[in-house]
């Protein structure tokens, strides 16, 4: 079919970043994450026009999915974030906010992207190797013979989301939820490779959050109507299961991996009812105890397994098939045909279980991998922002637990670093430069270039006008409210730092965030004693901020190298 319309020349724009254009959208990017960064971040309702779901959420992981961005640039900076987010589940602001400032601090300078990009490559090869060494000042161990470090760890997830509405209390109480049920997916007698197990997220929506509660094993919601149905199973050995992904109701168009064979004049109806009985025939036969069904069971077939004291629980849906599988080691059949007694598995215990106004049949594990996290909260828009920052906080333990080791939060690592970085090109520029055709005024101009974008992103910590202060020895962040008087003297302010490592009781010189001082080494070899000493730290996931910093720079390295966009417009 020939086209009705003229195909349209596509669009070729040159120097992209040099639109004004692009950097107001650029700009405005920047200040919706800047505006959601930290505890006291700015919410943000996100909807469609012609109505529908609204959206109330300060995380990354929300606010970039419901964001409709058009510019390529915006996409691809967008979509960095999210792939990183979708792998780590945290830092996706901190990546975000860093990106747009690397990117506008850069244009300023009016060096070329070759120099720019090598020397920006360098400052991070710089800061990861100097947060993997062992004199790393910002990097603490995460001991798993001892919960205060893994608390402090989700307790500061948690504490950054303010859309899910905890009081202190509550924190705590989901914090040690959340560590329970991230234990509880770890096998004990694991040996080598461990594979971990995994924590279902019931919801209870409108109960208080103080009543959520982790349990071994599986729930499964059913009406009371339903419960009041099932027999009690009284066996002293563990429950024989078996697991069906295919349909039991008899319908013809769906027989699974298997086929119906019939003679002539024989009604389909009734073949196929007879196949079904015959299999619960077997099933009786080799002592199945329970029968689970993601989809539907023939009622009469439903009968008969409940005349012989076999639980029969259908319409499981997708989602509990794989936790299924893990937790009874049953191997799901997709047939109505003879089954291997290798495809059954196992559960200890079956029993009933009622929270709120909700009814469950709660399957009890005979080794505790499985867990349901039952999640409770007072609002739709609240439960759902816990939801992800209990799946963030579960994720970030798990990549803990592969590489145990935590950075200092609260904005002291940035500005550690920053300190950092800057003694390092202002004291040693050669070790970085080398062999490369670069000057060491344009190492200076990109470092702080780099070292004020981490400064930013910090300084996106405080939204209610208050002034941030950096110390002169170990180079970590110090908040002062805004009404705080100007001539005072500072240990009088400063309670303790943002991580909450040090207090101001120490002899400690400070200096504005981004004031002219000359550059210092910050104080590097944490020492193990001060972080046993404090019990209430702000922490970040180390793997998490790498990956974050990495793709931060590499993403703005990316933009900043564009010389033309090509855009289809037909």
Same mark, same amino acid.
């Given at each position: 079919?020939?086209?009705?319309?003229?195909?349209? +020349?596509?669009? &070729?724009?040159?120097?992209?970043l040099?639109?004004?254009?692009?950097?107001?959208?650029?700009?405005?990017?920047?200040? $919706?994450?800047?505006?959601?960064?930290?505890?006291?971040?700015?919410?943000?309702?996100?909807?469609?026009?012609?109505g529908?779901?609204v959206?109330?959420?300060?995380?990354?992981?929300?606010?970039?999915? !419901?964001?409709?961005?058009?510019?390529?640039?915006?996409? *691809?900076?967008?979509?960095?974030?999210?792939n990183?987010?979708?792998?780590?589940?945290?830092?996706?602001?901190?990546?975000?906010?860093? &990106?747009?400032?690397? $990117?506008e601090?850069?244009?300023?300078?009016?060096l070329?992207?070759?120099?720019v990009?090598r020397?920006? #490559?360098?400052?991070?090869?710089?800061?990861?190797?100097?947060?993997?060494?062992?004199?790393?000042?910002?990097? $603490?161990?995460v001991?798993?013979?001892?919960?205060?470090?893994?608390?402090?760890l989700v307790?500061?997830?948690?504490?950054?989301?303010?859309?899910? #509405?905890?009081? @202190?209390?509550?924190?705590?109480h989901?914090?040690?939820?959340?560590?329970?049920?991230? %234990?509880?997916?770890?096998?004990?007698?694991?040996?080598?490779h461990?594979?971990?197990?995994?924590?279902?997220?019931? +919801?209870l929506?409108?109960? @208080?959050?103080?009543?959520?509660?982790?349990?071994?094993?599986?729930? *499964?919601?059913?009406?009371?109507?339903?419960?009041?149905?099932?027999?009690?199973?009284?066996?002293?050995?563990?429950?024989?299961?078996?697991?069906?992904? #295919?349909?039991?109701?008899?319908?013809?168009?769906?027989?699974?991996?298997?086929?119906?064979?019939?003679?002539?004049?024989?009604?389909?109806?009734?073949?196929?009812?007879?196949?079904?009985?015959?299999?619960?025939?077997?099933?009786?036969?080799?002592?199945? /105890?329970?029968?689970?069904?993601?989809?539907?069971?023939?009622?009469?077939?439903?009968?008969?397994?409940?005349?012989?004291?076999?639980?029969?629980?259908?319409? *499981?849906?997708?989602?509990?098939?794989?936790?299924?599988?893990?937790?009874?080691?049953?191997?799901p059949?997709?047939?109505?045909?003879?089954?291997?007694?290798?495809?059954?598995?196992?559960?200890?215990?079956?029993?009933?279980?009622?929270?709120?106004?909700?009814?469950?049949?709660?399957?009890?594990?005979?080794?505790?991998?499985?867990?349901?996290?039952?999640?409770?909260?007072?609002?739709?828009?609240?439960?759902?922002?816990?939801?992800?920052?209990?799946?963030?906080? %579960?994720?970030?333990?798990?990549?803990t637990?592969?590489?145990?080791?935590?950075?200092?939060?609260?904005?002291?690592?940035?500005? !550690?670093?920053?300190?950092?970085?800057?003694h390092?090109?202002?004291?040693?520029?050669?070790?970085?430069?080398?062999?490369?055709?670069?000057?060491?005024?344009?190492?200076?101009?990109?470092?702080?270039?780099?070292?004020?974008?981490?400064?930013?992103?910090v300084?996106?910590?405080?939204?209610?006008?208050?002034?941030?202060?950096?110390?002169?020895?170990?180079? =970590?962040?110090?908040?002062?409210?805004? /009404?705080?008087?100007?001539?005072?003297?500072?240990?009088?302010?400063?309670?303790?730092?943002?991580?909450?490592?040090?207090?101001?009781?120490?002899?400690?010189?400070?200096?504005?965030?981004?004031? #002219?001082? !000359?550059?210092?080494?910050?104080?590097?070899?944490?020492? =193990?004693?001060?972080?046993?000493?404090?019990?209430?730290?702000?922490?970040?996931?180390?793997?998490?901020?790498?990956?974050?910093?990495?793709?931060?720079?590499?993403?703005?390295? %990316?933009?900043?190298?564009?010389?033309?966009?090509?855009e289809?417009?037909?």
């Amino acid at each position: 079919m020939s086209r009705l319309d003229a195909k349209k +020349p596509s669009l &070729c724009k040159s120097e992209p970043l040099t639109s004004e254009r692009v950097r107001t959208t650029l700009s405005v990017l920047k200040r $919706i994450v800047t505006s959601c960064y930290g505890p006291s971040g700015r919410l943000k309702q996100l909807h469609n026009g012609s109505g529908g779901y609204v959206c109330t959420t300060s995380q990354s992981s929300a606010l970039l999915s !419901h964001l409709s961005v058009t510019h390529p640039i915006l996409k *691809i900076l967008t979509a960095s974030v999210q792939n990183h987010v979708s792998s780590f589940s945290d830092c996706g602001l901190f990546t975000a906010i860093l &990106c747009c400032n690397l $990117i506008e601090n850069v244009q300023r300078l009016g060096l070329t992207p070759t120099s720019v990009i090598r020397l920006n #490559t360098h400052l991070l090869s710089l800061c990861i190797s100097y947060l993997k060494s062992e004199t790393c000042g910002c990097r $603490i161990p995460v001991d798993f013979s001892s919960t205060q470090i893994l608390l402090c760890l989700v307790r500061s997830i948690l504490t950054s989301k303010p859309a899910c #509405t905890l009081t @202190r209390a509550e924190t705590e109480h989901i914090s040690a939820l959340i560590l329970r049920a991230f %234990l509880l997916t770890i096998p004990e007698n694991a040996e080598g490779h461990i594979i971990l197990g995994k924590c279902l997220i019931v +919801p209870l929506k409108g109960q @208080r959050v103080i009543d959520s509660t982790v349990l071994p094993g599986i729930l *499964i919601e059913m009406s009371d109507v339903q419960l009041m149905r099932l027999l009690p199973i009284k066996k002293s050995a563990a429950l024989k299961v078996a697991l069906f992904c #295919t349909t039991l109701s008899g319908d013809i168009s769906d027989t699974g991996e298997g086929t119906v064979v019939l003679s002539y004049g024989v009604s389909l109806e009734n073949a196929v009812l007879d196949q079904l009985l015959n299999l619960g025939r077997q099933l009786v036969s080799d002592h199945v /105890d329970l029968v689970l069904c993601q989809k539907v069971i023939h009622p009469s077939l439903k009968q008969f397994l409940n005349m012989h004291r076999v639980i029969a629980i259908d319409r *499981i849906g997708v989602t509990l098939m794989e936790p299924l599988t893990k937790m009874t080691g049953t191997q799901p059949i997709g047939s109505l045909g003879s089954i291997s007694p290798n495809s059954y598995g196992s559960v200890k215990d079956v029993c009933t279980a009622k929270f709120g106004s909700k009814h469950f049949v709660h399957l009890i594990p005979n080794e505790a991998t499985i867990c349901s996290l039952l999640l409770c909260n007072r609002n739709d828009a609240a439960w759902d922002e816990l939801k992800l920052t209990c799946q963030a906080a %579960l994720h970030v333990l798990q990549l803990t637990l592969k590489e145990p080791w935590a950075l200092l939060g609260g904005g002291c690592t940035e500005t !550690h670093l920053a300190a950092y970085i800057r003694h390092k090109t202002h004291n040693n520029p050669e070790s970085i430069l080398k062999d490369d055709e670069c000057t060491q005024t344009e190492l200076q101009l990109i470092a702080e270039a780099f070292c004020s974008a981490l400064e930013s992103v910090v300084g996106s910590l405080e939204h209610d006008g208050g002034e941030i202060l950096t110390d002169m020895k170990y180079g =970590h962040l110090w908040s002062v409210q805004a /009404d705080s008087p100007c001539l005072v003297n500072w240990p009088d302010l400063l309670s303790q730092c943002g991580c909450g490592l040090y207090n101001s009781r120490e002899e400690l010189s400070w200096s504005f965030l981004r004031s #002219t001082h !000359h550059p210092f080494v910050p104080q590097t070899c944490l020492s =193990h004693e001060a972080v046993g000493s404090v019990s209430n730290l702000t922490l970040d996931c180390l793997t998490a901020k790498l990956s974050g910093l990495q793709v931060a720079v590499e993403t703005a390295n %990316l933009i900043l190298d564009l010389s033309y966009v090509i855009e289809d417009t037909n």
